[in-house]
């Protein structure tokens, strides 16, 4: 689980509930309001349906739970066991690998060693799996374009909604009680805009970016690992290539000889 | 018909009308205004005729007429048409395609293919497709810089209104009831300002801007399948050539020894 | 005469006067007023001034009478030109186009045309005429590029305008009848900047940068026209060669064998 | 340390504290708000947290310490130090460095020619001191772009809590003599966002980009003084190419026959 | 002197000061305000000492009396100049040139003119004014940097410094006559901010990058020359060789064989 984002998102609104808390006078009822809902976040919605095609925006929710529920990779553990399945593949035969694909969690490198097992030509395995990573590539990125999308059209549709507001407040300046809360109803939709693009399609776009780039380093290690399985690398020089996708931190304090 | 479109200008438009009626004295004639029009839609039209030529912009309703009515692209459809010609020009020579070039509703890949029958030199044949494929990037590409300009204008000519309305307002002053109708008339124009370029013009800009992409892609793997019919390809060489253009996700299901 | 220009121009000028006059109580007089006029145009004038040399703002009047008259290009009569020549200096050879040079209009295409027949060395030929193309590009581009800071310059100065306003204003607040007018006059700078930025100078540097496009396209056109005149091309190569410099969709038309 | 930063820092605070405390009915009591930093500040931090990932956020404050007290780089007692080393090994033998290891104060340095010292492959040298270079500039780096986010979202979350405030206010329109105060109250957060941008987090990411840049400068001399080392380099050439490292106006005073 | 910037600055502020006594209750007087002299211009420049280093914004004094005083460049009479050395030195020797020197005005060009007298080997004679060049323009450049910054934070502290008007403005409310003044006070430091960023920084910075570039290639001239002198060019073609970096205007002018 992204612990940051989860944290961030409920933090961030707990701390505006606060700051309205501690003043005096505010109440967090003030703040509900479903004509700016319509306006801001229906708006924003809208707009990217004219700007995107259907299929694209269909894939958001499922790369938004990402973010919720993100992969995480232990890299050196995939080495090891890289190292293990060259050593197989060393002593008996890379048809042995059979045995241990189905123990294989990530259904990407289990696929790739799977036509490696089949006897399936190195370069066709290499296009095979570069085709699988580059499409989720692809995939990842116009998703996080929409939410950028989403995090750029909501202050405009926040403003949008306050100047609706503003028309409809002034024609009915006659009647005095009313112009303050109507100004405060005005006012929620920018509220609503800043607060979907600072806080929350903004930093979740930009938090899909990072971990798109993680995954794909991931899977670029596996790649060059069944690469290394095929051409029937010693354990230890697999492991050495491997090594470069660890992070510096990390693979300075190995000892190279 | 791209669905999208069509219904986030529709239902964007929609919501910002509820949005209105849900709040308190809001009506949908107060947002009718012949001047904020004027200024607003009038006046980012003319920034763009002192901008671009005169025949570029007499382009643009065409283009648009694109979103409203998109070309759909069945490319496994496409790509088996060529696989049958070839298998046609394989057997019985390609000038036996001739017989086959009146059911291709699409003129590019028509006339295309009438060349290859003509029997004109293929380098001639991808030169003239290519530059009819230039030209129709060209067209797509200017017309959608005028849609994006007329986003950059609207909201400026939207300020311009506004602030011409606050002239006068402010020169009025002493007639007390003229001051909020006034007001909410100069913020009118904002408003037409911000709903132009956020919900019109500048999504139907990115919009266009995916479709002409989509179409370039698609007559590229045209070009390629009428070089292949004069090359006198294997019908099977030239469907594995073709399925380069198919979106990746489709590619991988298809097995390929 | 540039059509559009001149038409959104005064077109655009003309709606903002009919939006002001379609609001009741709007007059034009109102928005006439001296210290608006010093410091929002002289204000981004000094600005360019600090800015840029005054050789080079010195040029700007005269490009801009190019958007107001601009040379329009038949390119496909100059290239019918260009294949004449080509065949009297074939028949008669290259001294006979000194009869010719007299009649044409452009002087960048008579000079090198003179050149040639001067018999000039082919590449002394085209190194002049490409330092004379450089030139007028670079003397274009500066020019364009003041008008752009003007553009981006007088809305900070409308601003600027305002802010004096503002503090005049509301030093005077014990007189309450002069803030409306007041305020309507700190108001009009900003207009002002805004006209000038949206209607003026910004759509204004953009029709220039089209227009110096073309022209140096025609220019290019000419260097290879002369220069094929030297090397005593075949007529109907060089207008085949020539034949490119012509927009894409006018050549498809033209059959080429 | 970094005298320009601290005293940028306080002297920017106290020209702020002045300049209120400059203006008639001026107090600094009046700018305290525990709402406005739990809306600005932590707002701000939540963002981030949803942006980037923990770890990387948990090295900033080690980051920031840097501009209170950077190394400062005394390069040519660097080079000083290098060319006497270098005279060491070429009269005693690389090994004789051993007993020079321990007085090297900056531990980079130190560790690469202890790496020397113990006879390692020079390749591996050079690969094992990239990499911390390389692992030093990336952690840098991602420290900085969380400082740059920081000042991007800051006055964001002070636009948001000036609109929490201002919605409140307008709901409470009816005690008169609450709206000064209040208003008040709502502008302070914009204040908080700006000065964290502008004064606080915007410079020192700008100055920790110029520390960082530095330290990579020294560090890469320190990588081709050990591979001098390494190579048996005499004493006058190592300073010779270590030389470059210095800033320009320093080398130039340096006569070079 | 750069007229240009001597008297776009003065007509600047003299129109400025126009406008504000054209309209009806302005006097000059209403606009000098210390506290916010601190906010504005203190704030900007202790955020630029916090970004940049102290050694980098003490020359920015020196850059900016460039602007006041900028050298002037006779490019024509520098290559007069040259051609006449190249004649002594090929007719008496280059250490004939050892008279000339003293007359020599440009440092730069003396010195490289005395490096070749002295017979220092031409690649250290370029090696030497090369870095003498970069060095000038590494300065240049990063002054004209805190200048850009100066521009980018003057708008930012005069928000600041307009925030702070404003709370304290709304914490005495109760004063009604304090209203006016105050707010004006208030206002005063925006339009502090906007002027030091339109007018003075803004504009000050581009035209010393103007003026930069044309020195840089004035010394890339003399160091052509010098190198010329070196080799024992012809007077002629090093002449002719100098002649590029004359504007092309010029140079077409130039019967060229």
Redesign the interface.
Known sequence: MD???I???L??LG??A???M?????RLD??GS???V??TV??SV?????????RD?ASVPRLVWNVIRPRSWNVPALIADFRRYADIARRNGILALEAVVPEIVDPFMRRGIQLAVDGTDPR?VED?MR??L??MV??HDRGIRILK?LAA?SP??G???T?????????????P?????????A??T??YG??M????F???A??LT?LSHEEERVREMAIRGVMGLQSGDNPAVLEQKLMVYVA??V??LEP?A
């Open positions: 612990l940051g984002a944290v961030g998102l933090f961030g701390l505006l606060m700051g309205v501690s003043t005096e006078g505010g003030q703040f479903l004509g700016s319509l306006v229906g708006g809208c707009a990217v349906m004219v700007h995107f095609p259907l925006i066709v095979l085709t699988d580059q499409q692809m995939r999308a059209y405009g549709f403003m949008i909604g100047l609706l507001g503003l028309v409809i407040l002034l024609q009915n300046l006659r009647d009680n009313s112009i303050g809360p109507a100004m405060g109803l006012i929620i920018t509220l800043a607060v693009a600072y806080l929350v903004g930093p979740v930009e938090k990072i510096p931190g693979r300075v190279r």
